[in-house]
């Protein structure tokens, strides 16, 4: 019986914070995962010395460039 209970009690936790999570009326950044790091999908170009070009500085911190091996830049289309 007392099993019963835990079960009853994890399942109605459960329900409880599934059910607030829909409730927010804040927008939730968009995450995207890039290997093992997370990104905002923020348009912020920065170039590389070395001529590439990543829409942040958080996505040429993924692709292995550390501060001082990027810049800010125009991308023109």
Do not use: H
């Not at 936790?13 to 009326?25: C, E, I, K, R, V």
């Not at 968009?30 to 923020?42: A, E, K, Q, S, Y």
């Not at 348009?43 to 692709?63: E, I, R, S």
């Amino acid at each position: 019986m007392n099993k019963l209970r835990k079960g009853f009690a994890v399942a109605a936790l459960a329900l409880t914070a599934f059910a607030f999570q829909g409730n927010s009326t804040t927008p939730t950044p968009d995450l995207r995962p890039i290997g093992p790091c997370l990104c905002l999908d923020v348009y912020d170009p920065v170039c590389t010395f070395d001529g590439k070009k990543f829409g942040n500085a958080c996505y040429a911190q993924c692709a292995g460039y550390r501060a001082g091996q990027y810049t800010s830049c125009e991308i023109t289309e």
